[in-house]
């Protein structure tokens, strides 16, 4: 690329001190300035060829009907899911906030290699978008490392700055690994927008780390999606399978690459609508109820935590789910300074066999101590704790406890 066409490109990047509004990147004449090796396999896979001066890039795009089920889950109950999150009023990780389907952009990459530096490379970028009519999937092949620059160029000009990214693992792996990379064509290409970011794995890993072996995507799929692939090329193959195609670039290469990460996309889909749908009507098993409740809590909702972890309490018949929540549940009505009905839960999570029994009976002692003024109580309680103790900074902490009220008692001022 010469001088003049990338201060040409440039030009829609700057502004002057009184403007108010940046012109939109103009996308250059598409032009075949070389030939594009089996462009006839590539036409038979619904892609497209895309130059950027003498580069390409290779768009796919696959449209789905909004009816299509994927796994459990139609692709328009998203617009059912949006809709309740906005009677929503409490804040949650998962809540749209005003966001329709059109807005979301679910996205997944394909890369050279699972390490974070420079040396690896995005060959594929992958997204599913909502257009009204139907789900379109796009997808963003690097045909070599010449086309970095049509690659990104290509991807971020039809990327609107509006959507969020929905994906699996993106915030870690994913986002930055695209960040890098664009840092290095940033001069000539459009700029990385602010997307919002919904990332998928937190969520999985809530609800079903205690219920599955791993919370890999494919797990997920099968075990709590209802989704089977069929002659699936299996991620950990894309990084050969490019430099096989590197070598001789035929599209059957990589067919089952775009295939797979087609599958990816699609999945995040169906996975948002069920996380969602878990969490605003919570009607699963106890022990997911409960994590809901944690998930609740760790946002500060405390009300809705509250419901869950009562719930949680009335119907499990699972003795240490049961215990576990009533000693977070007591920890909640604190937090809204609803003292006196905390105890009540502390005082059954302080029971024989409670993973928090030491915890709860430290609450109990410090209600003693400061609400009640019951110094004696409250020194019986801290002794039982210090039998309790299992570490160094638990013992530490009763004993200064069991001392100060020793103080505290008739007779003992001095």
Avoid at 111 to 139: C, D, H, P, R
Avoid at 163 to 189: A, C, I, M
Avoid at 363 to 388: I, N, V
Wanted: aromatic residues 10%.
């Amino acid at each position: 690329m010469n001088i003049k066409q990338k201060l040409t490109r440039m030009k829609s990047h700057l502004s002057t001190p009184n403007s108010q509004t940046v012109a939109p990147l103009q996308p250059p004449p598409v032009t075949e300035k070389q030939t594009v090796p089996y462009k006839d396999a590539w036409d038979a896979l619904s892609a497209s060829i895309h130059f950027l001066d003498d580069a390409y890039m290779i768009k796919r795009e696959v449209a789905y009907p909004l009816d299509y089920q994927h796994g459990n889950h139609t692709f328009q109950e998203l617009y059912d899911v949006c809709s309740r999150w906005e009677n929503e009023t409490a804040n949650h990780p998962l809540h749209s906030c005003g966001r329709r389907p059109e807005d979301f952009l679910f996205f997944d990459t394909e890369t050279t290699g699972l390490n974070s530096g420079t040396g690896n490379m995005i060959f594929l970028l992958g997204g599913a978008q909502f257009t009204g009519e139907n789900v379109k999937v796009s997808q963003y092949f690097l045909p070599g490392p010449e086309a970095e620059v049509a690659l990104y160029y290509h991807f971020l000009s039809d990327t609107p700055p509006t959507h969020s990214l929905v994906s699996y693992n993106g915030k870690s792996f994913d986002w930055p690994q695209l960040k890098t990379r664009h840092t290095l064509v940033r001069e000539e290409v459009p700029k990385l927008p602010a997307f919002g970011h919904y990332d998928l794995l937190h969520a999985a890993r809530r609800l079903f780390r205690n219920r599955l072996s791993s919370c890999i995507l494919s797990v997920v799929e099968k075990e709590i999606l209802g989704i089977t692939r069929k002659d699936d090329t299996p991620g950990y193959l894309a990084p050969m399978l490019y430099f096989d195609f590197l070598q001789d670039p035929h599209p059957d290469f990589v067919k089952g690459v775009l295939t797979h990460n087609e599958w990816d996309v699609l999945t995040l889909i169906t996975l948002y609508i069920d996380l969602s749908k878990r969490v605003l009507q919570p009607t699963a098993n106890d022990a997911e109820m409960f994590e809901i409740g944690k998930w609740y809590a760790h946002v500060k909702e405390w009300e809705k935590a509250e419901w869950c972890y009562e719930k949680v309490t009335v119907t499990t018949t699972c003795k240490e789910l049961r215990l576990n929540s009533h000693f977070l549940l007591g920890h909640v009505l604190k937090k809204q300074q609803r003292i006196p009905e905390a105890q009540i839960h502390f005082q059954a999570a302080a029971t024989e066999g409670s993973a928090h029994r030491y915890g709860a009976i430290i609450e109990l002692a410090k209600y003693q101590e400061h609400q009640l003024k019951d110094f004696e109580k409250a020194l019986s309680y801290s002794l039982t704790a210090q039998r309790l103790a299992r570490d160094a900074k638990s013992r530490l902490e009763s004993e200064k406890r069991v001392t100060r009220l020793q103080k505290k008692l008739p007779g003992n001022a001095n």
